[in-house]
């Protein structure tokens, strides 16, 4: 048969999991798509023409076939659907809020992870995407159909244009066969039609145009042409065919909106379109039976298409809903009216979230229409947004009558730009007459009068008296004038040096601009710079209360101006080590990143290239230094730039002229007082061996952790051994970041006879401390260096000891290594005490113990404790550290706490480490949590296959879990085929994450069975339970469950 032949066409076409059916409307592709959906595991078919726009569409198709299974979805995902789908068509409660982004990547990998996290949520491992049209492949829906992976997820669409599937890079096969078109239409009308004759197909096909839907339609009214149907529909009703025909200046399909708004208004609710043959129901739209039909009734309808044009525009302008603005601006353009064009790109313009996009729609807009006061204001806010603030106040002066509001923003904007004359003069107006205006209008106005009241005539505490006023009328104002007035006076509060107080307002006005669109937050100056340092760095501040910081964080996504992220970025960096913030830093990183590329501005172009040169993306940070250069307004700003161009060029290993290293030294001399990045400059000449370094240069550089270093390599290259000493010495509260910027200079500016031992105890620190920053590239380039010099390295220097445990093989070595090391750091006069569950150890004299005062006490799994007479080396604490850690895992080989066929650690410790987490714990430590995880069908493995196999599909699964986790997580074989995986300082919320992400990499590596091998999953966490032991039962009891609804489970609180 046509159609099983064609199926198995197709199935047989899909390359690399995707595949394009192209055909014109009416040649079966939907039919085709859904026997696919018989042959495909796990497929879901999708309508993908809406009017939802296609990711909505998409979004809302597979969230309704399930709501509770929607529900599980994580908030992150629920902000990027609700984007595309109004909050008011889903059925369940959610406490978020759209999440608006202005960059179109950011937008786009939100957009990724989202759809790939319903997909996973709902076992879809295949899309059929019904209509893909060009109308439809916008930018996101090209980027998410381009990324999403094409192992596991299959994609078949079908599209009128074979243009679709180029730009996607589809495979394409045709519905029909181009060459034998209509020999295809035949066969699929006679299968269709088994009563019709061979000659009567031939009839058909010709009448149809080959469309299934015409053909249908001629058969059930026994027609000649279509023509001859129109006009039988005409004749019949004509109020019903000008409802109609008003629908033609559309596309084919047309949404209910549009169907519900003809029907009202022009057939008067006497009639449903769907009286009609000519139109057919596609859940959850409608169309016209075919192009052909749809252009048919139009040249019979005679309607004036200005006319109809106009007249959907005004209807569609009642309904006062923002997604249609963009559409009632083109219809009103079509229509050929100006003014009503003019009005309709204003408010397109409040749905555009690119700045440049929206200036030009604005700048159109006055164009059209030079008297629209509403666009002028928009394009100002705009202007200032971008520092603009001539051009912000040349748009303003030209509102013929400005309203109060317009005048207070005139004031901002003559002190912004030092016109203190014209600042005092209508400063002063406003101020005398505030009195005479409601006070509605007073947190709008005073916002922007702040700068004029705190700077200009330097009167913060008339900003407080203001607030006290207002607060106390219980005045209902707009919400965003409101939190720019608190944040204002919380600015007037810090120059009054009252930081508590200020704080409190900042927060407070956080908390009030949060889920207010970020266009309009960016386009004035609501949230500044001076409330997060305060915020910060501030005394007596929120960073002292991890609950309150943790509680901010989440709401800091909704606001932003440039000052704000900018330091955020900067001040965070130090904090990416605390795993319980580690996830919100990240998600700041990235929208920080989204919010400076859209402000246009050197310095946070700098910032962020600065950022991504050191995690080493190269690819991140040469387009943000691009933006930077041509954004350079100053001599030093030019010359910032270069200098990280070459910092960026000799990292990725590229050739630097020395001539022009000498040129830029010689211009940055010039300007060294005067901003120059000495921090950089020095790092670039200490990579090329530049000798010698200007002394000026040096006197310079910050007064930093890195600038001291960096001072040290510069005297002599030989102070590497102390540069790396000083940064371990820093390292439990320096930035990672910055460790791995000196790491990198070093490693550039060695000599021959560098001692390699040192290079390379300093590679393995860094790389260990920078994977707990998740920086692919940072950390690749670590365990490069690493591997490079770890041939050479020698036992010999004093700090590599941690890298050699594994050649101690018996407790009579371990306590030969620990002497060796104890007296080079106290000499001869130390009593040390090792002690775990398993080891005790003494090492050295213990009479010392008791004479001594000195004392050193470190670890808590290895407890260490050594009493000394005298101090060698003052690096002593910080060693003993890395000897506590270093001795974990040399106890589980010398104790028998490590499981000999997996290599994993065996349940002894696994019941120790409970034990001392728990207590911890109690102790005011931090959460942990657990994963108990059991094979899926072992046991069919070992009776199919022998023990043999099974134990080698052990080893490869605890090769996987161990690689999957986190360096401070830690796998033990809990007893078979059942595993335990301990979370240090992680929440239920973060324990659910890691199951999850957990599973699906188990479940998508293939074993030496030829297949994966799948794991229950169950989790607990100590915030549920009492004890140790109903940590361990919760998460077994969450297992059994998992494992008897279905296995590759999960099963969390």
Same mark, same amino acid.
């Given at each position: 048969?046509?159609?099983?032949?064609?199926?198995?066409?197709?199935?047989?076409?899909?390359?690399?999991?995707?595949?394009?059916?192209?055909?014109?409307?009416?040649?079966?592709?939907?039919?085709?798509?859904?026997?696919?959906?018989?042959?495909?595991?796990?497929?879901?078919?999708?309508?993908?023409?809406?009017?939802?726009?296609?990711?909505?569409?998409?979004?809302?198709?597979?969230?309704?076939?399930?709501?509770?299974?929607?529900?599980?979805?994580?908030?992150?995902?629920?902000?990027?659907?609700?984007?595309?789908?109004?909050?008011?068509?889903?059925?369940?409660?959610?406490?978020?809020?759209?999440?608006?982004?202005?960059?179109?990547?950011?937008?786009?990998?939100?957009?990724?992870?989202?759809?790939?996290?319903?997909?996973?949520?709902?076992?879809?491992?295949?899309?059929?995407?019904?209509?893909?049209?060009?109308?439809?492949?916008?930018?996101?829906?090209?980027?998410?159909?381009?990324?999403?992976?094409?192992?596991?997820?299959?994609?078949?669409?079908?599209?009128?244009?074979?243009?679709?599937?180029?730009?996607?890079?589809?495979?394409?096969?045709?519905?029909?066969?181009?060459?034998?078109?209509?020999?295809?239409?035949?066969?699929?009308?006679?299968?269709?039609?088994?009563?019709?004759?061979?000659?009567?197909?031939?009839?058909?096909?010709?009448?149809?145009?080959?469309?299934?839907?015409?053909?249908?339609?001629?058969?059930?009214?026994?027609?000649?042409?279509?023509?001859?149907?129109?006009?039988?529909?005409?004749?019949?009703?004509?109020?019903?065919?000008?409802?109609?025909?008003?629908?033609?200046?559309?596309?084919?399909?047309?949404?209910?909106?549009?169907?519900?708004?003809?029907?009202?208004?022009?057939?008067?609710?006497?009639?449903?379109?769907?009286?009609?043959?000519?139109?057919?129901?596609?859940?959850?739209?409608?169309?016209?039976?075919?192009?052909?039909?749809?252009?048919?009734?139009?040249?019979?309808?005679?309607?004036?298409?200005?006319?109809?044009?106009?007249?959907?525009?005004?209807?569609?302008?009642?309904?006062?809903?923002?997604?249609?603005?963009?559409?009632?601006?083109?219809?009103?353009?079509?229509?050929?009216?100006?003014?009503?064009?003019?009005?309709?790109?204003?408010?397109?313009?409040?749905?555009?979230?690119?700045?440049?996009?929206?200036?030009?729609?604005?700048?159109?807009?006055?164009?059209?229409?030079?008297?629209?006061?509403?666009?002028?204001?928009?394009?100002?806010?705009?202007?200032?947004?971008?520092?603009?603030?001539?051009?912000?106040?040349?748009?303003?002066?030209?509102?013929?009558?400005?309203?109060?509001?317009?005048?207070?923003?005139?004031?901002?904007?003559?002190?912004?730009?030092?016109?203190?004359?014209?600042?005092?003069?209508?400063?002063?107006?406003?101020?005398?007459?505030?009195?005479?205006?409601?006070?509605?209008?007073?947190?709008?106005?005073?916002?922007?009068?702040?700068?004029?009241?705190?700077?200009?005539?330097?009167?913060?505490?008339?900003?407080?008296?203001?607030?006290?006023?207002?607060?106390?009328?219980?005045?209902?104002?707009?919400?965003?004038?409101?939190?720019?007035?608190?944040?204002?006076?919380?600015?007037?509060?810090?120059?009054?040096?009252?930081?508590?107080?200020?704080?409190?307002?900042?927060?407070?006005?956080?908390?009030?601009?949060?889920?207010?669109?970020?266009?309009?937050?960016?386009?004035?100056?609501?949230?500044?710079?001076?409330?997060?340092?305060? &915020? =910060?760095?501030?005394?007596?501040?929120? $960073? %002292?209360?991890? *609950?309150?910081?943790?509680?901010? /964080?989440?709401? @800091?996504? +909704?606001?932003?101006?440039?000052?704000?992220?900018?330091?955020?970025?900067?001040?965070?960096?130090?904090?990416?080590?605390?795993?319980?913030?580690?996830?919100?830093?990240?998600?700041?990183?990235?929208?920080?990143?989204?919010?400076?590329?859209?402000?246009?501005?050197?310095?946070?172009?700098?910032?962020?290239?600065?950022?991504?040169?050191?995690?080493?993306?190269?690819?991140?940070?040469?387009?943000?230094?691009?933006?930077?250069?041509?954004?350079?307004?100053?001599?030093?700003?030019?010359?910032?730039?270069? &200098? =990280?161009?070459?910092?960026?060029?000799? $990292? %990725?290993?590229? *050739?630097?002229?020395?001539?022009? /290293?000498?040129? @830029?030294? +010689?211009?940055?001399?010039?300007?060294?007082?005067?901003?120059?990045?000495?921090?950089?400059?020095?790092?670039?000449?200490?990579?090329?061996?530049?000798?010698?370094?200007?002394?000026?240069?040096?006197?310079?550089?910050?007064?930093?952790?890195?600038?001291?270093?960096?001072?040290?390599?510069?005297?002599?290259?030989?102070?590497?051994?102390?540069?790396?000493?000083?940064?371990?010495?820093?390292?439990?509260?320096?930035?990672?970041?910055?460790?791995?910027?000196?790491?990198?200079?070093?490693?550039?500016?060695?000599?021959?006879?560098?001692?390699?031992?040192? $290079?390379?105890?300093?590679?393995?620190?860094?790389?260990?401390?920078?994977?707990?920053?998740?920086?692919?590239?940072?950390?690749?380039?670590?365990?490069?260096?690493?591997?490079?010099?770890?041939?050479?390295?020698?036992?010999?220097?004093?700090?590599?000891?941690?890298?050699?445990?594994?050649?101690?093989?018996?407790?009579?070595?371990?306590?030969?290594?620990?002497?060796?090391?104890?007296?080079?750091?106290?000499?001869?006069?130390?009593?040390?005490?090792?002690?775990?569950?398993?080891?005790?150890?003494?090492?050295?004299?213990?009479?010392?113990?008791?004479?001594?005062?000195?004392?050193?006490?470190?670890?808590?799994?290895?407890?260490?404790?050594?009493?000394?007479?005298?101090?060698?080396?003052?690096?002593?604490?910080?060693?003993?550290?890395?000897?506590?850690?270093?001795?974990?895992?040399?106890?589980?080989?010398?104790?028998?706490?490590?499981?000999?066929?997996?290599?994993?650690?065996?349940?002894?410790?696994?019941?120790?480490?409970?034990?001392?987490?728990?207590?911890?714990?109690?102790?005011?430590?931090?959460?942990?949590?657990?994963?108990?995880?059991?094979?899926?069908?072992?046991?069919?493995?070992?009776?199919?296959?022998?023990?043999?196999?099974?134990?080698?599909?052990?080893?490869?699964?605890?090769?996987?879990?161990?690689?999957?986790?986190?360096?401070?997580?830690?796998?033990?074989?809990?007893?078979?085929?059942?595993?335990?995986?301990?979370?240090?300082?992680?929440?239920?919320?973060?324990?659910?994450?890691?199951?999850?992400?957990?599973?699906?990499?188990?479940?998508?590596?293939?074993?030496?069975?030829?297949?994966?091998?799948?794991?229950?999953?169950?989790?607990?966490?100590?915030?549920?339970?009492?004890?140790?032991?109903?940590?361990?039962?919760?998460?077994?009891?969450?297992?059994?469950?998992?494992?008897?609804?279905?296995?590759?489970?999960?099963?969390?609180?």
């Amino acid at each position: 048969m046509w159609y099983d032949e064609k199926l198995s066409q197709v199935l047989g076409s899909i390359i690399r999991n995707r595949l394009g059916v192209w055909g014109q409307h009416g040649s079966g592709k939907t039919f085709l798509l859904k026997g696919l959906r018989r042959r495909l595991e796990r497929s879901f078919y999708i309508h993908i023409h809406s009017f939802r726009m296609p990711l909505g569409e998409l979004y809302w198709s597979i969230l309704s076939s399930n709501w509770d299974q929607a529900t599980r979805l994580d908030e992150k995902s629920w902000s990027t659907f609700l984007r595309y789908i109004s909050a008011d068509e889903v059925p369940v409660s959610l406490a978020v809020k759209p999440n608006y982004l202005v960059d179109t990547q950011a937008i786009n990998r939100d957009i990724l992870l989202s759809t790939l996290t319903l997909l996973e949520e709902f076992r879809i491992k295949a899309l059929l995407l019904d209509q893909l049209d060009p109308t439809e492949l916008d930018d996101s829906v090209k980027y998410v159909l381009r990324e999403l992976p094409k192992e596991g997820i299959i994609i078949v669409a079908t599209s009128t244009s074979t243009d679709v599937f180029k730009e996607l890079g589809y495979p394409v096969v045709p519905m029909r066969d181009p060459e034998h078109e209509r020999e295809d239409a035949l066969q699929q009308f006679i299968e269709v039609w088994n009563d019709l004759s061979y000659s009567d197909a031939q009839k058909l096909v010709e009448m149809s145009r080959g469309n299934l839907f015409n053909a249908q339609l001629l058969k059930e009214q026994h027609a000649e042409s279509l023509q001859q149907i129109v006009a039988m529909e005409k004749e019949k009703n004509p109020k019903l065919f000008s409802a109609l025909a008003h629908l033609c200046a559309g596309d084919l399909w047309f949404s209910p909106l549009s169907k519900r708004i003809v029907e009202e208004i022009i057939l008067e609710s006497e009639y449903s379109l769907l009286d009609s043959p000519l139109i057919i129901e596609e859940e959850p739209q409608y169309r016209f039976l075919s192009p052909e039909v749809k252009d048919t009734v139009w040249q019979m309808s005679g309607l004036d298409k200005n006319h109809v044009h106009v007249w959907w525009a005004k209807e569609l302008s009642k309904l006062n809903m923002p997604t249609y603005w963009t559409r009632i601006a083109h219809l009103f353009a079509n229509g050929k009216e100006k003014r009503s064009e003019a009005f309709a790109l204003l408010m397109a313009s409040r749905k555009e979230y690119s700045y440049p996009q929206a200036a030009f729609i604005l700048e159109k807009a006055l164009e059209l229409f030079p008297e629209l006061n509403g666009a002028k204001r928009k394009l100002a806010n705009i202007y200032y947004s971008q520092g603009k603030y001539k051009e912000a106040l040349s748009i303003l002066e030209q509102i013929k009558s400005p309203t109060l509001f317009d005048q207070a923003y005139k004031v901002r904007l003559y002190v912004l730009l030092g016109m203190d004359e014209e600042a005092r003069k209508l400063g002063d107006f406003l101020l005398n007459h505030i009195e005479n205006v409601s006070s509605f209008y007073w947190p709008g106005m005073l916002s922007d009068l702040a700068p004029y009241i705190i700077d200009t005539i330097n009167e913060p505490r008339k900003m407080y008296d203001y607030y006290v006023r207002l607060a106390s009328s219980h005045v209902r104002v707009p919400i965003l004038h409101w939190g720019a007035f608190l944040n204002a006076v919380g600015v007037s509060l810090e120059y009054s040096l009252k930081y508590e107080d200020a704080v409190e307002l900042y927060q407070e006005s956080i908390k009030v601009l949060q889920g207010t669109p970020r266009l309009e937050i960016f386009a004035r100056p609501v949230i500044n710079e001076v409330a997060i340092k305060t &915020i =910060l760095s501030g005394t007596k501040t929120i $960073l %002292e209360s991890k *609950e309150s910081l943790e509680n901010l /964080i989440p709401t @800091l996504s +909704s606001v932003g101006q440039q000052g704000f992220w900018q330091t955020l970025l900067t001040s965070l960096q130090e904090f990416m080590s605390r795993g319980t913030l580690q996830k919100y830093i990240r998600e700041l990183e990235e929208t920080t990143r989204v919010l400076l590329s859209s402000t246009y501005r050197h310095s946070g172009y700098m910032t962020l290239a600065e950022h991504y040169i050191s995690v080493l993306d190269f690819n991140l940070a040469e387009w943000f230094l691009i933006l930077a250069s041509k954004n350079a307004t100053l001599e030093v700003e030019e010359l910032n730039t270069k &200098i =990280l161009w070459t910092y960026l060029r000799l $990292l %990725e290993g590229r *050739e630097v002229e020395k001539g022009d /290293i000498a040129s @830029l030294l +010689s211009r940055c001399m010039e300007h060294v007082d005067e901003g120059i990045d000495t921090a950089a400059l020095v790092s670039v000449l200490l990579m090329v061996h530049w000798n010698p370094i200007p002394t000026q240069l040096l006197g310079q550089l910050p007064s930093t952790p890195l600038g001291e270093s960096l001072k040290m390599l510069a005297i002599s290259p030989d102070n590497c051994s102390n540069a790396f000493r000083y940064m371990l010495r820093l390292w439990r509260r320096w930035e990672r970041l910055s460790m791995s910027n000196l790491g990198i200079v070093i490693f550039k500016s060695v000599c021959e006879n560098t001692d390699k031992t040192m $290079l390379k105890t300093m590679a393995d620190w860094i790389l260990q401390e920078v994977r707990a920053l998740d920086y692919p590239q940072l950390t690749s380039f670590w365990q490069k260096t690493y591997q490079s010099i770890a041939a050479v390295s020698q036992w010999s220097s004093l700090l590599s000891w941690h890298l050699n445990l594994q050649e101690i093989t018996n407790v009579q070595q371990l306590a030969g290594a620990l002497s060796y090391i104890f007296q080079s750091y106290f000499g001869h006069d130390y009593f040390a005490k090792i002690e775990s569950g398993t080891l005790n150890l003494e090492v050295g004299d213990h009479r010392i113990a008791k004479r001594s005062q000195n004392f050193i006490e470190k670890g808590s799994v290895i407890h260490i404790r050594v009493w000394y007479s005298t101090l060698n080396d003052p690096l002593a604490p910080q060693v003993l550290d890395l000897l506590s850690y270093s001795l974990e895992e040399l106890n589980t080989k010398l104790f028998g706490m490590q499981d000999s066929l997996t290599g994993l650690f065996n349940r002894t410790y696994g019941n120790q480490r409970l034990t001392e987490e728990w207590e911890l714990y109690l102790r005011g430590g931090p959460q942990f949590s657990i994963l108990f995880l059991d094979l899926d069908g072992f046991k069919q493995v070992n009776d199919s296959f022998g023990h043999e196999m099974g134990d080698k599909v052990l080893m490869e699964f605890s090769k996987l879990l161990r690689s999957s986790l986190r360096a401070t997580d830690v796998a033990i074989r809990w007893g078979g085929d059942e595993f335990l995986v301990i979370l240090p300082d992680t929440d239920e919320e973060e324990a659910a994450t890691i199951s999850r992400r957990l599973s699906n990499q188990i479940s998508s590596c293939i074993t030496s069975l030829g297949k994966p091998v799948t794991a229950s999953i169950g989790a607990s966490s100590v915030s549920e339970v009492n004890s140790v032991e109903q940590l361990v039962d919760l998460a077994d009891q969450r297992t059994y469950l998992a494992k008897t609804r279905k296995k590759n489970h999960i099963m969390e609180q």
